[in-house]
């Protein structure tokens, strides 16, 4: 298992970012298990899950020369991402959008930056792929051109067909994708943990109605 995935894992348990138990998702799907980043919500977390964020972006490669978080939950993740690279020792510039436009001040719907050269998409989780559609015609109506996706997990999940939220965004969108944990890490994690073995059953259960096939 992934070093850095099995950190991140224990970290979201501690913060109780992470639990099992029975949830019901926007999909309507029972799940075994639950994942919120909008649960990180004080300073030290948010310093820690910048850096996670951070050193998975580096590891993936993919290029970018700015951060692009989507309202709401994308604004303190490329927030906190941004800080972790200054402390690498790279000044990256980033921008998040409003949800309205605004006729007034300085106008339009991009806070920070302006959207130019490579822009990497953050966010939390990619569900149906409606955030990063609009983010992509964000990108591209501002003239600037989106590089890749970083997300927290990859829930590995069919979506409407036979191809995952996240699939579905590299076949539409010709898009690479990291994440820091998956469904398959979070489960080796759990099977190798007494504390958590008891949800195993339905993890099972659950990723083999509703998971991707490897």
Sequence with gaps: MDHSSQEFIEFALKKQVLQFGQFKTKAGRLSPYFFNTGLFNDGESLMKLGMFYAKSIEASKIPFDMLYGPAYKGIPLVTSIVI????????VPFAFNRKEKKDHGEGGIIIGAPLKGRVLI????????TSVNESV???????????????????????A??????????????????????????????????????????????????????
């Design 84 to 91: 972790a690279f200054a402390s690498l020792g790279r000044n």
């Design 122 to 129: 953050v966010d939390d989780v990619i569900s149906a792929g």
């Design 137 to 159: 015609n964000i990108i591209l109506e501002e003239g600037a051109k989106p590089s890749g996706v970083a997300i927290s997990i990859d829930r590995e999940e069919k979506g």
């Design 161 to 214: 067909g036979s191809l995952s939220a996240v699939e579905e965004i590299k076949e539409i969108h010709h898009l690479p994708v990291c994440h820091l944990t998956s469904l398959q890490e979070i489960m080796r994690y759990i099977e190798r943990h007494e504390e958590f073995a008891s949800h195993m059953g339905a993890m099972r259960v659950y990723q083999k109605e509703y998971g991707i096939t490897a």
